[in-house]
């Protein structure tokens, strides 16, 4: 299993980002896909869950109404579009599965500016 995000950067408060993250060594399209944060000091948080297909999506109040997670099966990938990015939202930004165990991939930082 590989997980790997990209996407991440610099961007001043109110920005857009679209993190990926796109996947090998499993049947990607039979699996719930998840975003977690990680900002310096913080514990590790849930961001967002998308279902298999696609058609059950749930999202952390913090981030509900301005992130959208969504996933394309044909290329292995998930991804989380960020709108009216805050500060608060500065963390590495992860992808994760549940497969038996639990995969995470390498994370990409994000980083807003007030």
């Known amino acids: 299993v590989q997980l790997v995000e990209s996407g991440g950067g610099w961007v001043q408060s109110g920005g857009s980002l679209r993190l990926s993250c796109t996947a090998s060594g499993f049947t990607f399209s039979i699996y719930d896909m998840s975003w977690y944060r990680q900002a310096p000091g913080k514990e590790r948080e849930w961001v967002a869950t998308i279902s298999s297909i696609g058609h059950i999506t749930k999202y952390a109040d913090s981030v509900k109404g301005r992130f959208t997670i969504s996933r394309d099966n044909a290329k292995n990938t998930v991804y989380l579009q960020m709108n009216s990015l805050k500060p608060e939202d500065t963390a590495a930004y992860y992808c994760?599965?549940?497969?038996?165990?639990?995969?995470w991939g390498q994370g990409t930082q994000v980083t807003i500016s007030s």
């Open positions: 994760r599965l549940v497969r038996g165990g639990i995969y």
